[in-house]
């Protein structure tokens, strides 16, 4: 018996299977999650390596489409199906990254590849040695793709595969038409802003030295031997390290009085409204009454409204005129604009510090409902939209329906077998009737 027939290589194959599923659905749910964001890494990509040929669109195709072909392949893995395709494409794809990811480490042009989204944040350093890893796992499938073990068998595989192209279209198109389902930003619904911008400051304590006759003596300032010891000098020593805030960018600020209004802002202790707006000369005018309105209504219960964009000045006069806003805009960094709220223009609702509420702004509640609300402000996303938030409710959304697949093929299996029962098996009578492991995929 060959190494390739051994159980420990079949075992061996099979464990860096799973692994590289794994890795591949979860790279490619959190890039579908996020389409936006995939499309600004795209576009940075493009910006580290001087390549200025796709427009914002042909970028977001590109990331979306990675993100597809990664969820399907790591999926096709996960269930045994396409063997020689995968087999073949997973190292590939895999020797793909980990040259792209050395040429970054090696060049430095990008700090985060972003093969995780915002999910998982990884240095260019640890990227690369993940990548090799991943690669290294992925040559097995070269010899060993007939001993993967399957979990569905070849007449009921296309159900797997409709599935999985409908249920990550399904993630891409409603992230990108509203939010991302999952929300793996500093900014979540729920986030202590006040928490996350203050960080730690550290301790420290000064140290007296002392000096007689070669001998040296550290007492903490104050403290003082006896006469014969001489003060030859202090130090510094650090009792704690200081905490870096985890959101060290959050800064509105108002050029009129050159003030930051985000410390303003978070301490507020009751409701504060802030639309987000990276760049107004692209924002959606389609939704602009909703902001009036908005505005006009937080003026009316006293709740605070922000307008925050990294626009120019003749780009906002432009804006105000267009759409006849009254409310003041005052400027924010654009990439922490981008992070705020994929959406543009979006809009957060702060109480108290903390995350209540966010928005695309085509989702934002009308006015109507919100004079309905026991608090006076819409209290979430719409009720559909609501229950299909957070990472628990898409992994049942994908591991229900696989294993409801799995389930009809063992019985359209065993129905096929009662039905061969009856059948004349005398031109079998050469067959040993052992389960066939090469397959055809």
Not at 81 to 101: A, H, I
Not at 320 to 336: H, I, Q, S, V
Not at 365 to 391: A, C, I, K, N, Y
Request: proline share 4%; hydrophobic share 45%; with cysteine.
């Amino acid at each position: 018996m060959g190494w390739t027939r051994s159980k420990y290589f079949i075992a061996y194959t099979n464990i860096c299977r799973l692994v590289l599923s794994l890795v591949l659905v979860v790279s490619g749910f959190v890039k579908a999650v996020d389409p936006i964001g995939a499309m600004y890494k795209m576009r940075e990509y493009m910006t580290a390596f001087s390549i200025d040929l796709f427009s914002d669109s042909w970028l977001l195709v590109f990331g979306i489409s990675q993100a597809v072909v990664e969820f399907l392949l790591g999926l096709f893995l996960l269930m045994g199906v396409y063997r020689r395709v995968v087999s073949y494409l997973t190292p590939m794809v895999m020797l793909f990254f980990t040259v792209l990811t050395a040429v970054i480490y090696f060049s430095g042009n990008i700090e985060d590849c972003g093969c995780f989204g915002e999910a998982i944040a990884l240095s260019n350093g640890e990227t690369l040695a993940k990548n090799i890893f991943l690669l290294f796992l992925s040559l097995p499938l070269l010899s060993g793709r007939k001993r993967f073990v399957c979990h569905i068998s070849f007449r009921t595989r296309w159900m797997v595969v409709i599935f999985a192209i409908f249920y990550i279209a399904t993630v891409g198109i409603m992230s990108y038409s509203h939010l991302p389902v999952v929300d793996f930003s500093r900014y979540r619904v729920g986030a202590d802003m006040r928490a996350l911008t203050q960080g730690e400051p550290g301790e420290y304590r000064v140290i007296s030295v002392y000096e007689r006759e070669g001998e040296t003596c550290e007492l903490p300032e104050g403290e003082q031997p006896d006469t014969t010891w001489t003060f030859v000098g202090s130090r510094s020593e650090v009792v704690k390290e200081s905490v870096e805030p985890v959101i060290a960018d959050f800064s509105i600020m108002d050029w009129e009085y050159d003030s930051d209004v985000a410390e303003e802002l978070l301490a507020d202790t009751g409701y504060v409204c802030l639309v987000a707006m990276e760049r107004v000369e692209n924002a959606s005018v389609s939704r602009v009454d909703k902001i009036n309105d908005m505005y006009d209504y937080c003026q009316e219960i006293g709740v605070p409204f922000y307008v925050a964009t990294a626009s120019e000045d003749e780009d906002i006069a432009l804006w105000c005129k267009r759409t006849g806003a009254e409310y003041p805009l005052y400027w924010g960094d654009e990439l922490m604009l981008r992070g705020m709220v994929r959406s543009n223009p979006g809009v957060l609702l702060f109480k108290d510090g903390v995350i209540v509420g966010k928005w695309n702004i085509s989702d934002l509640p009308p006015v109507e409902e919100m004079t309905e609300s026991p608090t006076g402000m819409p209290d979430g996303l719409p009720t559909l939209l609501q229950r299909m938030q957070g990472w628990r409710f898409w992994l049942l959304a994908l591991a229900l329906p696989l294993l409801l697949f799995v389930l009809i093929d063992v019985v359209a299996c065993k129905g096929s077998r009662s039905k061969d029962e009856g059948t004349d098996v005398g031109s079998d009578a050469g067959s040993t009737g052992a389960p066939q492991t090469e397959g055809i995929d």
